[in-house]
């Protein structure tokens, strides 16, 4: 009613009057005082009024609810809560645990039959490197056998040649006519004879050195 009775008064008034009213009311917006600011009005819908009569709602976490700690008695009957739902949800995960036990299952059963596999391998290995050792073993002997038949033979060739060289010597001391052919010359002639039609090839090993037959 004031901004219509003020708006009425400023209509008479210049125009120039007029615009510094109009500024000088907005400049001083934040300086208007309410003085009464009347009755809300009340208003009683229907849908508000149902709206206060909900119950206030305790979660179920907090325990059950006609404890002692509830400020509210408030009775909720238990045929509200369906176990239809409660049950399907259980069903559900029942399915699920039982096919992932079946998959567990059946991946357990094809990692064990490979673990046999494997373990039967092994035991039909293992008796390869214990026989290849032995057979190593074996052979290391036979090398050292070989290598000690190697040592008497080269004694052996150099006791020879000190006894073709002693017999050079003393058949060179008799006189001519008692003299026999010379020893290394006989043991040369035999070590070059090779008898083509045996079974085995002959080896020709000179166990002899250059000896001089009038030493």
Known sequence: MGHDHSK???????WRLRESGTDNSRSNTSRVV????GQPEQLQSEFLTKLKEIPIFYPLSRGNVTSAGMKSSIN???SKLNSLPMLRAA????????INAEEISLKQSALNSAM???????????PYPVSKFKQFSRLNGDLSQIENLY???????????EVVSLADRVNALLPERNRLPPLSTLIRTEECTVDLNGP?????????TTSNPSA
């Open 8 to 14: 009425a008064a400023g209509a008479g008034l210049p």
């Open 34 to 37: 309410v003085v009464n600011p």
């Open 76 to 78: 909720v009957p238990r």
């Open 91 to 98: 069903q559900k995960v029942q399915y699920h645990l039982r």
């Open 116 to 126: 046999k596999d494997v373990d039967s391998m092994l035991s039909k290995l293992r």
């Open 151 to 161: 040592m008497q033979v080269v004694s052996v060739s150099s006791l020879l040649k």
């Open 200 to 208: 085995e090839e002959q080896t020709v090993i000179d166990i002899s």
